[in-house]
């Protein structure tokens, strides 16, 4: 679910298409492209950044804060590897090395967005702050996840498909459910809180049109300061998030039909990582990426009639 650094995942990915491969290695398809709780947001952002990055395909290059978020919620993640006595400070800061090293297999530009050793050392002393924090917040040792890093994907009523992950849903004996996601940066100013409570709507919804039904509470976790952000999402209130998802998806099924994608500048744009390719420096904006239009518009597909 994005903010102050965030793994990156398949429902994330502003590229044209994810390629799944089968056995004999050659590709059976594309996979659909899908609205997320962070391209959404991106669009209520600006609608120019997300044409440049969801239909044009410039993918934001790793930062040190994405990928300080990236090892956070892997450590997090394998804590509950381990039984529950065994999910201490200790066991958990001695895990940020390995999952460290499966980070630099992964992509060798690691290393690059380090300038200097001490630059790195002070990276590596605030994961393990971040790491700590989490102790402070929760006691992991009392829980038992039903599920983490749960993979999802629904369509609305009218057929718009949603897709994410969630880090982690706790299930009580009474059969409620809570929803936890975590975040690395630090708990929003107020004029942001509607962009965080909008991703939580997003992933009710999401888990409503799954089949999984309304959680009880959803909750974001903000390590750098210890804050948490707690929603009980009740029905009426997920509905109006969904017919609000309509609306918004209308929107951008407009913009690709014109061409006209609205530049929004502000604060926000000095940490945009595409703002190169933006119209706002003054140059002439470049031609929309025609491929990537259809793919986005293959976001909703007519739901088939129901069977009574």
Known sequence: MGGGGKRGKSSEMPTLGVSVYGSDMGVIKTRRKALSASSTG????????????????????????????TLVHAVLEHLYDLPAAERTVEQALQMIAPN?????????????????????????????????????????QR?????????????????ILMRGFVDRIDRAPSGATRVVDYKTGKS???????????????????????????????QLVFLAD??????????????????SIETLWEEIKSAIETEVFP????????????????????????????EGAKAMMGVQQTPPPKMF
């Open 42 to 69: 991106t669009w209520r952002q600006c609608p120019m950044r997300f044409r440049l990055i969801y239909i044009d395909g410039h993918q934001e290059p790793p930062t040190q804060a994405t990928t300080r978020g």
């Open 100 to 140: 460290r090293e499966r980070l630099y297999a992964q992509d060798r530009q690691f290393d690059a967005l380090f300038e200097t050793e001490a630059e790195r050392a002070k990276w590596d002393r605030e994961v393990e702050r971040l790491v700590t924090q989490y102790f402070q917040v929760e006691n992991p």
């Open 143 to 159: 829980l038992e996840p039903h599920a983490r890093e749960l993979f999802l994907e629904a369509s609305t009523e009218s057929g």
């Open 188 to 218: 929003p100013q107020p004029r942001f809180m509607d962009d965080k409570l909008a991703q939580l709507n997003f992933y009710a919804l999401l888990l409503r049109q799954s089949g999984r039904g309304i959680p009880q509470r959803m």
């Open 226 to 243: 210890g804050r948490v952000l707690t929603l009980d999402p009740k029905a009426e209130d997920v509905e109006y998030f969904a017919r």
């Open 263 to 290: 530049v929004r500048t502000g604060p926000l744009c000095n940490w945009c990582q595409v703002r190169q390719y933006c119209p706002a420096k003054g140059d002439s904006p470049h031609a929309m990426n025609v």
